[in-house]
């Protein structure tokens, strides 16, 4: 009995060495004193006067269109990523690496290319086997990458749970695209064939919400507080440097099932909403922002339970779900 302990105990304590030994060789880098962007260029915006006249008639009320449909939910942000002209700003849980978010990526490419600041903020946990897209991405001049909460070990990633498994358990679900700080585009989906009915088989039932007016300032407003916080860096601080063949595949990719991507861009193309914006041709559900957060918050008079975040905090020391309280720390910031 004796000897089994000390055998236990033995690999114990070759294991914490282990552990001890892979942190000191793969901290996280330090993070950067600036963690700004380039301002957004001061370029004319369509997007920008058309809401402004609509919103005018709702002065302080946010509008909201629901879209349910999987490939108009996919095209409606396509095409408001064709419409800006200023700056695009994405915040995902899950950006997969398959037919739909390759599309969109490219989508972003080419605004990058026409002058349109893009900003894409992406939950690390969920890039594996994208480290080469997001690297080559955050290569290109006007698209900034940023990665929440960052495995330092890249390869095999299950060994980053080993050594920081309190740190790597706080994720941000967040999902939203916002476009010239006029759009946004809110809800359940992330981006994936599963998600937008990109795939033969198989669809996640989820909804998204087109929101302009007063909730749009709030929703970038938040988008700064988890691109600058201390757990969002700099794609190039955590991945190796692309290669030129990884840059130039960015906006034009080669899917793996060419025929089932002809058959989806037909979809798409017959959705209508590729041409014209999707709230150019439909009537928003107008209502005061106090009014959806209300609709949207728990009741503690009935059930006694503190309400509790939709999403966690973007420091990964707080917790990943915690009541909201009036005496709760601010968000450390980076910038």
């Known amino acids: 009995m004796l000897d089994l302990m000390t055998a236990l105990l033995a690999i114990a304590a070759i294991l ?50 629901l879209l349910s449909d999987p490939v108009e939910a996919l095209a409606s942000r396509i095409a408001h990523v064709r419409a800006a002209t200023r700056s695009i700003d994405a915040q995902y849980f899950i950006w997969k690496g398959d037919l739909s978010g390759r599309m969109l990526l490219a989508e972003l490419v080419r605004a990058a290319e026409r002058g349109v600041r893009v900003r894409v903020l992406v939950d690390d946990v969920t890039t594996a086997r994208l480290d080469p897209i997001w690297a080559a991405a955050a290569a290109l001049p006007g698209f900034e990458v940023r990665l929440f909460n960052p495995l330092t070990i890249r390869r095999p990633r ?44 198989g669809l996640f039932i989820d909804l998204d919400a087109l929101v302009v007016g ?10 700064e507080r988890y691109w600058c916080s201390v757990s969002s860096f700099p794609a190039q601080q955590m991945l190796p440097a692309p290669d030129e063949d990884d840059i130039a595949a960015l906006g034009s990719p080669v899917h793996a099932n060419p025929a089932l991507a002809a058959e989806y861009a037909e979809a798409l193309h017959d959705s ?57 720390r601010a968000l450390r910031p980076g910038c």
């Open 16 to 65: 914490a060495l282990f552990i001890l030994a892979l942190r000191l060789a793969f901290p996280l880098p330090r993070p950067l004193r600036d963690k700004s962007s380039t301002p957004p260029p001061d370029a004319p915006s369509e997007l920008c006067d058309e809401v402004e006249a609509l919103a005018s008639e709702h002065p302080g009320d946010t509008g909201l269109l």
């Open 158 to 201: 299950a060994l980053s749970y080993l050594i920081n498994p309190l740190r790597l358990n706080r994720r941000m679900h967040n999902k939203s695209m916002t476009f010239d700080g006029a759009v946004s585009i809110v809800g359940g989906r992330n981006i994936g064939d599963e998600y937008f009915g990109a795939r033969e088989k």
């Open 214 to 223: 007063g909730i749009v300032g709030e929703i970038a407003q938040d988008f």
């Open 272 to 328: 209508g909403l590729l041409e014209r914006l999707a709230w150019q041709a439909a009537t928003f559900f107008w209502r005061k922002c106090a009014q959806l957060r209300a609709t949207a918050r728990c009741s503690t008079a009935r059930s006694g339970t503190p309400c509790r975040r939709a999403y966690p905090s973007p420091d990964p020391r707080g917790a990943a779900a915690q009541p909201i309280r009036p005496h709760q």
